[in-house]
């Protein structure tokens, strides 16, 4: 079975600076990893996803990620954060093979302060 | 890209009386549909996995005689929500897998749905 683990509940961060939303894993077989954003009221929205080659990926909206096997992690970064990317953000895990279930994070809410 | 569309989109209804939703996949043939709910501020809990032409496999808690599941096409599940109570109120989500493509999730914009 897979779990994952968001750390942070929330982050507030000043517009324009870095911002890092942590992402750990635990599974015993191959994965495939996303990052989804949800604006109040509204569904969920892909960012970026990992399901092979390179393990830099890159998403919308300025957003990338970096799949690190060894330490099972899966943060997501932006060099520079608006006030519009105020919202919730889900990690999520999937098994190559199986049932495909996602397994979510509890997420992490990023609130942008100008 | 791949499109999942739902509906209602929102719907009010009184207590006892049951509600439907639907989930459709636009564009691709989803043998495999999977519902979550979502309280206020919390994560996507699943809920069930449909599965075309047989029965939902449902997570352990889940009522499966409140929560009835549908899959009787490949573009098509349904959710029905028998007997509804204020505590059914909440956030649902479907996702559709698409086999041909890393069978990956593609998610529906979601119901939200208020008992009164």
């Known amino acids: 079975a897979q779990s994952v683990t968001q750390l942070d509940s929330q982050v507030p961060v000043f517009e324009e600076a870095p911002v890092e939303l942590r992402c750990n894993y635990s599974?015993?077989?191959?994965?495939?990893l996303f990052w989804y954003v949800q604006y109040p009221n509204q569904g969920l929205q892909l960012l970026l996803k990992?399901?092979?080659?390179?393990?830099l990926v890159k998403g919308i909206n300025g957003f990338e990620a970096e799949f690190n096997k060894s330490q099972t992690s899966f943060h997501l970064r932006k060099p520079s954060v608006h006030i519009s990317d105020t919202a919730e953000y889900f990690c999520?895990?999937?098994?190559?093979?199986?049932?495909?279930?996602?397994?979510f994070g509890t997420g992490t809410r990023l609130k942008v302060l100008a | 890209g791949a499109v999942v569309s739902q509906h209602p989109s929102r719907v009010i209804c009184k207590s006892g009386t049951s509600v439907k939703i639907e989930c459709r996949s636009l564009?691709?043939?989803?043998?495999?549909m999977f519902w979550y709910r979502q309280f206020p501020k919390q994560s996507l809990m699943l809920m069930a996995t449909?599965?075309?032409?047989?029965?939902?496999?449902?997570e352990q808690g889940v009522e499966k005689d409140k929560f009835l599941i549908n899959h009787a096409s490949l573009t098509l599940s349904t959710l029905t929500v028998t007997s509804a109570h204020p505590e059914d109120s909440s956030f649902y989500i479907c996702?559709?897998?698409?086999?041909?493509?890393?069978?990956?999730?593609?998610f529906g914009p979601g119901t939200r749905l208020t008992v009164l």
């Open positions: 996702s559709a897998r698409d086999p041909n493509y890393y069978n990956e999730q593609f």
């Open positions: 599974s015993s077989v191959s994965v495939y």
């Open positions: 990992y399901l092979s080659g390179s393990t």
């Open positions: 999520a895990v999937s098994a190559e093979s199986g049932t495909y279930k996602y397994i």
């Open positions: 564009d691709f043939q989803a043998t495999t």
């Open positions: 449909s599965n075309e032409g047989s029965k939902a496999t449902y």
